[in-house]
């Protein structure tokens, strides 16, 4: 069975500083994708970036980047100069392309929180 | 991006009644949605995946005669809440397959329907 799995509850950063999400998964497949889900209060589900699993190169998007280390199976998310506005709940998940539906399967989450 | 959206928003209902969600593929058609449940401070749980035209698909621990799914036409599936009690109250979170026949079509996901159950 695949699994996410994500170490912290809740982490603090201060604005502007930079802070890194942990997130490690289990699989026996070599091709499947990696995602980090931003989820603010409203509740709505926002995809900040993703991972091919055969790409060596970490994925970026703007202040997010990704340290993609595929033999450890660990995926973590940094967030530089972070903001306000990223305080949320942050969702790692990884998805296996070739199985019926691309079903996402998400680690347990971790609260961020962003001190003024 | 790919627009999703859920109704209602918000739901409150008496036990034993039912209740209807409705998510909506705005802009695209979806031949596939999923159906989510998230406790509070919890992570979300997959329900079901919902074909259009077929049915659905329950995880295991799913009581599919309890959540009814239809998924009538490509940009409409519906999660029926059959006999609600109060611990059915939760998030419910539906989401939409971007068709294409990619080897990855990415999931975009509705703002999300809170019941509670009385």
């Known amino acids: 069975a695949q699994t996410v799995t994500q170490s912290q509850p809740e982490m603090s950063v201060q604005e502007a500083e930079t802070v890194t999400l942990s997130c490690t998964y289990d699989?026996?497949?070599?091709?499947?994708?990696l995602f980090w889900y931003k989820q603010p209060p409203s509740r709505q589900m926002i995809l900040v970036i993703r991972q091919e699993a055969y790409k060596q190169q970490n994925a970026t998007e703007n202040r997010f980047s990704v340290n993609f280390q595929k033999a450890a199976k660990s995926f973590s998310l940094k967030i530089s100069d972070s903001q306000l506005g990223d305080a949320a709940m942050y969702f790692c998940a990884y998805i296996v392309p070739r199985n019926a539906g691309n079903m996402l399967t998400f680690g347990g989450g971790t609260r961020l929180m962003v001190k003024p | 991006g790919a627009v999703v959206s859920q109704h209602p928003s918000r739901v409150i209902c008496k036990s034993g009644t039912s209740v209807k969600i409705e998510c909506r593929s705005l802009?695209?058609?979806?031949?596939?949605m999923f159906w989510y449940r998230q406790f509070p401070k919890q992570s979300l749980m997959l329900m079901a995946t919902?074909?259009?035209?077929?049915?659905?698909?329950?995880e295991q621990g799913v009581e599919k005669d309890k959540f009814l799914i239809n998924h009538a036409s490509l940009t409409l599936s519906t999660l029926t809440v059959t006999s609600a009690h109060p611990e059915d109250s939760s998030f419910y979170i539906c989401?939409?397959?971007?068709?294409?026949?990619?080897?990855?079509?990415?999931?975009?996901f509705g703002p999300g329907t809170r019941l509670t159950v009385l």
């Open positions: 989401s939409a397959l971007l068709p294409g026949g990619r080897r990855y079509n990415e999931q975009f």
């Open positions: 699989t026996s497949e070599s091709d499947y994708y």
């Open positions: 919902s074909n259009e035209g077929s049915k659905a698909t329950y």
């Open positions: 802009d695209f058609q979806a031949t596939t």
